[in-house]
């Protein structure tokens, strides 16, 4: 569904994202795991065409992004931190994003009612709490019933009960055949939901391998400490 070849970016010089290359399917939950500063963000937002790469060549569906920005459509989005016009309503907000939409008819308002955000409509956006923010992103995210889901860090200031809202809807849009990616910086956060853990080192991928398959090379029965082992294996290689 995605396929990334031989992908570079830097900013200045900082080499960022560094000759990547790697295939994501539908269907597949992959979390993309790594330090502060390793490159996620930038590798989701060259997905999204946010940020332009130097080079190589980023297809969805087989069609290269550069030349059709309709494959955004097909994307939901939540971003590490999502920024909203400070006077702009909560209620506001979902009406503007229905409006800029073309495929409206497909509503998916699960997490909308789940997290409740009806009756905050009439909040600002400047007034919300960093968690409050997150939920309006999340449900933004998922708002029209994309086939591919971003979601940056999105359990980052959730609380525990909205972070289990988000994995089980994660969950279910999974088994509709939907590709997600999720970025994280917490090694144990993924271990419900993903099947595929690629990890991203100072702009490369260290390992991108099956959930069960990492447990088993490091064999361990928990995620977060089999990554960590794995890590330092090949940090000392
Ligand atoms: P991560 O999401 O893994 O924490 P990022 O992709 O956000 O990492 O950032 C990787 C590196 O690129 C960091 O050193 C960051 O400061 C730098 N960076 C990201 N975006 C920009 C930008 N627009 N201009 C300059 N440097 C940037
Ligand atoms: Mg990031």
Same mark, same amino acid.
């Given at each position: 569904? $995605?396929?990334?070849?031989?992908?570079?970016?830097?900013?200045?010089?900082?080499?960022?994202?560094?000759?990547?290359?790697?295939?994501?399917?539908?269907?597949?939950?992959?979390?993309? $795991?790594?330090?502060?500063? /390793?490159?996620?963000?930038?590798?989701?937002?060259?997905?999204?065409?946010?940020?332009?790469?130097?080079?190589?060549?980023?297809?969805?569906?087989?069609?290269? $992004?550069?030349?059709?920005?309709?494959?955004?459509?097909?994307?939901?989005?939540?971003?590490?931190?999502?920024?909203?016009?400070?006077?702009?309503?909560?209620? *506001?907000?979902?009406?503007?994003?229905?409006?800029?939409?073309?495929?409206?008819?497909?509503?998916?308002?699960?997490? &909308?009612?789940?997290?409740?955000?009806?009756? &905050?409509?009439?909040?600002?956006?400047?007034?919300? /709490?960093?968690?409050?923010?997150?939920?309006?992103?999340?449900?933004?995210?998922?708002?029209?019933?994309?086939?591919?889901?971003?979601?940056?860090?999105?359990?980052?200031?959730?609380?525990?009960?909205? =972070?289990?809202?988000?994995?089980?809807? $994660?969950?279910?849009?999974?088994?509709?055949?939907?590709?997600?990616?999720?970025?994280?910086?917490?090694? =144990?956060?993924?271990?419900?939901?993903?099947?595929?853990?690629?990890?991203?080192?100072?702009?490369?991928?260290?390992?991108?391998?099956?959930? =069960?398959?990492?447990?088993?090379?490091?064999?361990?029965?928990?995620?977060?400490?089999?990554?960590? *082992?794995? &890590?330092? *294996?090949?940090?000392?290689?």
């Amino acid at each position: 569904m $995605i396929q990334i070849e031989s992908l570079n970016k830097s900013f200045n010089k900082l080499h960022v994202v560094k000759n990547i290359s790697v295939c994501f399917n539908k269907g597949e939950v992959v979390s993309v $795991i790594g330090p502060n500063g /390793s490159g996620k963000t930038t590798l989701m937002k060259c997905l999204l065409g946010m940020v332009i790469p130097d080079n190589g060549t980023i297809l969805f569906d087989n069609k290269n $992004i550069l030349h059709d920005w309709n494959y955004r459509n097909d994307i939901g989005y939540m971003p590490q931190i999502g920024r909203y016009p400070d006077n702009m309503k909560i209620g *506001q907000l979902f009406e503007m994003m229905k409006d800029i939409r073309s495929n409206k008819d497909d509503l998916d308002e699960e997490l &909308m009612d789940a997290f409740k955000l009806q009756s &905050m409509f009439d909040k600002p956006m400047r007034t919300l /709490s960093g968690g409050t923010r997150q939920k309006v992103s999340a449900a933004l995210a998922f708002l029209f019933n994309p086939k591919v889901l971003v979601l940056d860090e999105p359990t980052a200031g959730l609380d525990p009960i909205a =972070s289990e809202i988000l994995k089980e809807k $994660i969950l279910k849009e999974k088994k509709k055949e939907k590709l997600i990616l999720i970025t994280s910086h917490i090694m =144990s956060e993924v271990d419900d939901i993903a099947d595929k853990v690629m990890y991203i080192f100072e702009g490369n991928i260290k390992f991108f391998n099956a959930v =069960s398959e990492i447990k088993k090379l490091a064999n361990e029965e928990k995620l977060g400490k089999a990554i960590a *082992q794995l &890590m330092s *294996q090949t940090t000392h290689a």
